[in-house]
């Protein structure tokens, strides 16, 4: 389940509006409304934990490994990492689309290219401006 989809499902069971759940956060009702609606992400952990008190559910629920990837790929490179980080998991994720590989094969195989992925950006760091 995606985290759009978990939002919006645990604020239907506690019977929370947007607006409502927005406020809880610190966020504004539109950028609580785009995260429901998928693709778009907290920017910081606190979102993320104010929104996990507020459904009483562990934050670890809300912080799937490919958004925590995410995540810390905007937290070490700004918006450009995490702008690559959404596009990697994107098109691994379609890697995998209508294929057969088990699920704890999926996990494993993202899980490498996400490893990858932080070697690449730590070799490359001596080559980038700062």
Request: neutral net charge; proline residues 1%; hydrophobic residues 35%.
């Amino acid at each position: 389940m995606k985290f759009g989809e978990k939002l919006r499902a645990l604020r239907a069971e506690k019977h929370v509006s947007q607006e409502e759940a927005a406020r809880a956060a610190g966020i504004s009702r539109r950028a609580y409304g785009s995260y429901e609606q998928g693709g778009i992400y907290p920017r910081n952990r606190e979102t993320y934990v104010k929104l996990a008190e507020l459904f009483g559910c562990d934050v670890n629920y809300l912080l799937t490994e490919d958004e925590d990837f995410v995540a810390e790929a905007g937290a070490r490179y700004g918006a450009r990492g995490r702008r690559q980080a959404e596009e990697l998991v994107r098109e691994v994720s379609g890697l995998f689309a209508g294929g057969e590989l088990a699920d704890e094969d999926k996990d494993e195989m993202l899980r490498a290219i996400q490893e990858a992925y932080w070697i690449a950006k730590e070799k490359n760091k001596k080559y980038a401006g700062k």
